[in-house]
């Protein structure tokens, strides 16, 4: 079963998915096409995994620690189907990641991994934009380089019911395939890692862990229409466009485009690649 939260009449509503419709519970309905799409949950907290893919450990060339380890993205980065991906002026080291998200169903703390899936709402698809500009800065917290505004992109809708294990996941730019991967690439599944959070982090409902993506995260600049495909999960669609203004140039650090930058944007090897940078805002 697969739920919506959208805009209806104004009001942030619930809706479910029937056909090209989608039905609130009074029988108002609206077509999906149409619809003003918002987050499908509302978390307390989003918590993002590292690295899990192996096709994206490879592609950076290192090797997995024995354990994930995660960053934060505040509720403030949220944003929906449909909705603008904003990579400020002066920055250009904006990269998506198509990745699954996991929502809570119920409190959640020091659970069995065996039992981890009792705990859970349903998925979601979910792009994990991340603004490299900032990497030099925010290396060990990501804040501003994964936490930045709409950089949180979810939805459309939370499936119920939905077998994580052997599902393909494709992120296409201007409708062309950039990642294409599998679940089954993923070193810690969806259980292991809530049971891996849930040891001292207490998981309430609505709160959301991003999973991981595969290969193949590049910039995108303004214009470009980014979509994640999730099998079985549906798509999400955004687009990307200038800031309303430029990054403040009287306070704390600057964007910046270091070799440590660069690298983490273009892949490993891009010295090998002669890609070219992206155009700035």
Not at 20 to 48: F, N, W, Y
């Amino acid at each position: 079963m697969e739920t919506r939260r959208i805009l209806l009449e104004g009001v942030a509503t619930e809706v479910r998915v029937e056909g090209d419709l989608l039905v609130a519970a009074d029988g108002r309905s609206v077509a999906a096409d149409a619809a003003v799409h918002l987050p499908p949950c509302t978390p307390s907290k989003v918590i993002c995994v590292h690295l899990n893919y192996t096709s994206r450990v490879e592609e950076f060339m290192i090797s997995l620690g024995p354990a994930p380890t995660y960053f934060h993205k505040p509720v403030s980065a949220l944003n929906a189907h449909r909705g603008q991906v904003v990579r400020p002026e002066g920055c250009r080291w904006l990269n998506y990641e198509g990745e699954i998200a996991i929502v809570v169903g119920a409190a959640c703390r020091n659970v069995d991994p065996e039992d981890a899936g009792g705990y859970v709402a349903g998925y979601t698809v979910a792009n994990d934009f991340g603004l490299h500009d900032f990497r030099d800065t925010d290396a060990g917290s990501m804040l501003r380089v994964k936490g930045s505004d709409t950089l949180c992109p979810l939805g459309p809708g939370l499936v119920r019911g939905w077998d994580f294990r052997h599902k393909t996941i494709e992120t296409t730019v201007n409708g062309r395939t950039v990642q294409s991967g599998s679940t089954d690439e993923m070193v810690w599944d969806m259980h292991y890692l809530i049971a891996d959070l849930a040891r001292t982090i207490t998981l309430v409902p609505g709160d959301v862990i991003l999973s991981g993506t595969p290969a193949g995260s590049r910039p995108v600049v303004p214009g470009d229409e980014v979509s994640v495909t999730v099998e079985g999960l549906g798509t999400l669609t955004n687009t990307i466009v200038t800031g309303p203004a430029r990054v403040r140039t009287d306070v704390g650090a600057q964007p910046s485009s270091s070799e440590e930058v660069v690298s983490t944007a273009l892949g490993g090897d891009w010295e090998l690649r002669g890609v070219r940078a992206p155009r700035r805002g």
